[in-house]
C-alpha cells in the first residue's frame, strides 16, 4: 500500500514510520521541512517527502494520486495557549481538501479519550477535528488515547522529571485525576493494526491500558519501579496558572504545553469500552510495564523519538527555523577560533556527542547557569538534552540550541540558539582537509541591547570557547 503519514518528524510519527517500512509499505512523509525529518540517509532512500504546510491555502496536486491510506498525526496543542483551536479546524479542513485530489480510502487519526461532558479546551477541539475528517471524502478510523506511556513521550518524560527531581512533592488538586495510561508500544499496534481493517471503517474506538491510575498513582507507580521514596502532599490553593508554572520549572516542557496540560489533566481519561482491543486481538501492558520497557529503550540508547526534538518544544516556527539555515555574514559579530586536531575522527565523534549528559567539555558549571538564567526568563534552558548520547539529527533539540546541519560526511555540525538572547545566534563546529576543528560563534544583535549583550559576553567566550575546542581536539 501507498501511505501519507502526516505529522511524520512528530513523537508518534518517527515510530510508526519503521513500522510501516518493515511492513513493506510504500510511505509518503508530510512534513514542514524536509531538512527537518530526523532520519537517517538510509530511511530517507527509502521514502517520499512532501514538503507541506497545512495551515497555509490548498495548492493543486501536491501529493501523489494513488495514495491508498493515510495517518492523520497533527496537532497544534503546544504551539499556542489560546488558539490552537482554530488552528485545528483549518488543518484539518485543508487535509480534507488535499485528500480530495487522491485515491485514499482510509484516514487514521489519533485523537484523544472525549468520554466526559466538560472538556478542556484541547480534548475539545480533538473532537471538533475528528468531526471535521469525518466529513471527508474517505473511510475514518479514530483511534482515541489518554496518556501515552514510553520513552520520550511528553507525559512520561514530566512524570520522570517530577519523579527523580522531587523526593518530597506539594501537588495541585488535579494530581486526584483518574485516567487511563497506555503503553506506546500498545499504541503503535492499534495504529498499525486498523491500517486496511474494514470493520474499523467509520468508527471511533478509544484505546487504555488495564489500568485507571490517579496522576498521583501513577507518579507513586513510577517511584515503585525505579526504588524511588516519594512523599506527596496536596495542597487546595495551587491554581493552573501555578501548576502550570510549577511544571515548566521543575520539568522540561515548555510553558506552552504545560499550560494546556494543566488544562486537559483536570478531565477524567477513560476508555469507554474495549472493542477494538477485541476486534485486533491486542492485550495492553500494565502500567508499570510500559515504564520498564521505556526504561529498556533508554539504557539502551534507543530512543526512536522524543517530544523534545519537535516543533513543540522550539521558541520559533519551522518557517522561522528554515530562514537561519543559511549563517549570514553581514551585520553581524564573530568569534572563530581553530585548532589542529590529535585523532580528528575522535574530534569528530566529540562534536558528535555534544551536550546533554555528556556537557560542553569545559565549564559546564558555567552552562548550566546560563541554562538556568534562560528559564527564569522564559527560555528553554538546558534541561531538553539530548534524544540520543552519540546520534544526531538535523531538527533535534540540543539543551537551548537546535540542530539545523548535522552532515557527517562533511564534517560540519551547525546549531542555532533557542535560549533568549537579544538577536540570533549560530553555532558551528566543521572539520577541514587539513583536519583543523574551525569553531564559529556568530551573532547577529537586535539593536543597542544586543550589541551590549555580546561585549558583555566576551570574557566568558574567551576562554569558554577556547577551552571547549581544547577538549575537543585534544586525543
Same mark, same amino acid.
Given at each position: ?14 515510530? =510508526? ?32 517527502? !512532501?514538503? !507541506? ?63 466526559? *461532558? ?7 477541539? %480533538?473532537?471538533? !477535528? ?11 478510523? =479514530? ?28 501537588? &495541585? ?11 506506546? /508500544?500498545? =499504541? ?17 474506538? *478509544? ?18 519501579? @525505579? ?35 494543566? $488544562? ?10 474495549? /472493542? ?32 523534545? $526534538? ?73 534541561? %531538553?538534552? %539530548? ?8 531538527? *533535534? ?5 537546535? !540542530? ?7 564534517? %560540519? ?31 547577529? &544583535? @537586535?539593536?543597542?541591547?544586543? @550589541? ?9 567566550h574567551y576562554f569558554i570557547f577556547n577551552g571547549m575546542l581544547t577538549q575537543i581536539c585534544?586525543?
Amino acid at each position: 500500500m501507498k501511505i501519507l503519514l502526516t505529522g511524520a518528524n512528530g513523537y508518534i510519527g518517527m515510530r =510508526v514510520l519503521p513500522l510501516l517500512l518493515d511492513l513493506g509499505h510504500d510511505v509518503v512523509c508530510a512534513v514542514r521541512s524536509a531538512d527537518r525529518l530526523s532520519v537517517d540517509k538510509e530511511t530517507k532512500d527509502k521514502i517520499e517527502i !512532501v514538503e !507541506v504546510d497545512l495551515l497555509d491555502d490548498v495548492k493543486p496536486n501536491l501529493f501523489p494520486k494513488d495514495i491508498d491510506a493515510a495517518y492523520y498525526l497533527i496537532h497544534s496543542m503546544t504551539s499556542s495557549t489560546s488558539n490552537f483551536s482554530s488552528k485545528e479546524q483549518i488543518t484539518a479542513n485543508n487535509f480534507n481538501a488535499y485528500m480530495k485530489e487522491t485515491n485514499v480510502k482510509q484516514v487514521i487519526f489519533l485523537s484523544g479519550i472525549v468520554n466526559e *461532558d466538560h472538556l478542556s479546551e484541547h480534548l475539545e477541539s %480533538r473532537k471538533n !477535528v475528528e468531526s471535521i475528517l469525518y466529513k471527508g471524502s474517505y473511510h475514518l478510523t =479514530v483511534v482515541r488515547a489518554g496518556i501515552i506511556v514510553g520513552s520520550g513521550s511528553a507525559s512520561f518524560e514530566i512524570i520522570r522529571d517530577l519523579c527523580e527531581k522531587l523526593p518530597l512533592m506539594v501537588t &495541585p488538586k488535579w494530581v486526584n485525576t483518574k485516567c487511563q495510561p497506555i503503553g506506546i /508500544r500498545d =499504541v503503535l499496534k492499534f495504529l498499525t493494526g486498523v491500517l486496511g481493517k474494514e470493520e474499523t471503517y467509520n468508527d471511533s474506538f *478509544d484505546i487504555g491500558g488495564p489500568d485507571i491510575l490517579s496522576y498521583k498513582d501513577m507518579m507513586k507507580g513510577y517511584a515503585k519501579v @525505579r526504588g524511588l521514596n516519594l512523599t506527596i502532599v496536596n495542597v487546595p490553593v495551587m491554581t493552573p496558572k501555578l501548576s502550570s508554572y510549577w511544571l515548566y520549572f521543575v520539568t522540561s516542557t515548555s510553558y506552552k504545553l504545560a499550560s494546556n496540560l494543566v $488544562d486537559s489533566m483536570k478531565v477524567n481519561v477513560i476508555a469507554k469500552d474495549n /472493542r477494538l482491543q477485541e476486534i485486533l486481538g491486542i492485550q495492553p501492558h500494565t502500567y508499570e510495564e510500559a515504564i520498564e520497557m521505556a526504561f529498556v529503550k533508554i539504557e539502551q540508547n534507543q530512543v526512536i523519538s522524543s517530544w523534545k $526534538d519537535s516543533k513543540v518544544s522550539s521558541r520559533y516556527s519551522q518557517k522561522d527555523l528554515n530562514k537561519y539555515i543559511k549563517v549570514p555574514k553581514y551585520g553581524c559579530l564573530h568569534d572563530h577560533q581553530s585548532m589542529k586536531a590529535d585523532d580528528p575522527q575522535k574530534a569528530l565523534e566529540k562534536i558528535w556527542a555534544i551536550g546533554g549528559k555528556n556537557g560542553w567539555y569545559y565549564a559546564n558549571k558555567l552552562w548550566k547557569i546560563r541554562g538556568y538564567i534562560d528559564k527564569l526568563s522564559g527560555g528553554v534552558g538546558l534541561r %531538553r538534552g %539530548r534524544t540520543n548520547p552519540d546520534k544526531i539529527n538535523p531538527g *533535534d533539540s540540543l539543551d537551548f540550541w537546535r !540542530v539545523l546541519m548535522a552532515d557527517k560526511e562533511e564534517r %560540519r555540525l551547525l546549531l542555532f540558539a533557542e535560549m533568549r538572547v537579544p538577536g540570533e545566534a549560530w553555532l558551528e563546529f566543521f572539520i577541514d582537509e587539513n583536519n583543523v576543528v574551525h569553531q564559529n560563534a556568530t551573532f547577529r &544583535p @537586535r539593536g543597542l541591547k544586543g @550589541r551590549l549583550y555580546w561585549y558583555s559576553m566576551l570574557p566568558f567566550h574567551y576562554f569558554i570557547f577556547n577551552g571547549m575546542l581544547t577538549q575537543i581536539c585534544k586525543s
